[in-house]
């Protein structure tokens, strides 16, 4: 299988790589593994402080190849980006994010015991057990 190392944080370099493996797909080249090389600018989760493990210079040095921003300021350089466009951009994706919410909040709760059932072709016996022991107790109303 191919396999391509991209800079993840040059978004027409990311797309140069992905159209060429689809091509590639296309002619029946097989799949390309592209490994997208970036930073994780916050945390891992709102429990995380990453600086007690990195310091601030070095989110600074990273903060200056946010991929939004330099692809924004390579069209606004080529003259593509304007302020009409900002504005469309905006509002479409404040629309777009209020019909994520509305999905997701209106999306009924999946059946608790289907992770058991979707994770493996076979159950094994400890997971069958878990299994039961979580529809037991989902039985009594010992879990919520």
């Not at 002619?27 to 429990?47: F, K, V």
């Not at 924004?72 to 504005?87: A, H, K, M, N």
Request: net charge negative; glycine share 6%; aromatic share 6%.
């Amino acid at each position: 299988m191919a396999g391509v190392i991209v800079d993840g944080n040059d978004v027409l370099a990311c797309y140069a790589v992905m159209a060429e493996a689809a091509e590639r797909a296309r002619q029946g080249g097989g799949p390309t593994l592209i490994e997208a090389m970036t930073y994780r600018m916050g945390p891992h989760t709102t429990s995380d402080d990453p600086n007690r493990y990195r310091p601030s210079s070095e989110l600074e040095e990273w903060a200056v190849r946010d991929p939004i921003v330099r692809y924004r300021s390579y069209l606004e350089r080529i003259g593509v980006w304007t302020q009409r466009l900002e504005d469309r951009v905006a509002a479409r994706s404040v629309r777009l994010r209020a019909e994520l919410r509305a999905a997701v909040v209106e999306t009924p709760d999946p059946d608790v015991v289907e992770v058991f059932d979707t994770v493996f072709a076979e159950i094994t016996p400890s997971l069958a057990a878990q299994r039961q022991q979580l529809l037991a107790e989902l039985a009594k109303g010992e879990l919520s």
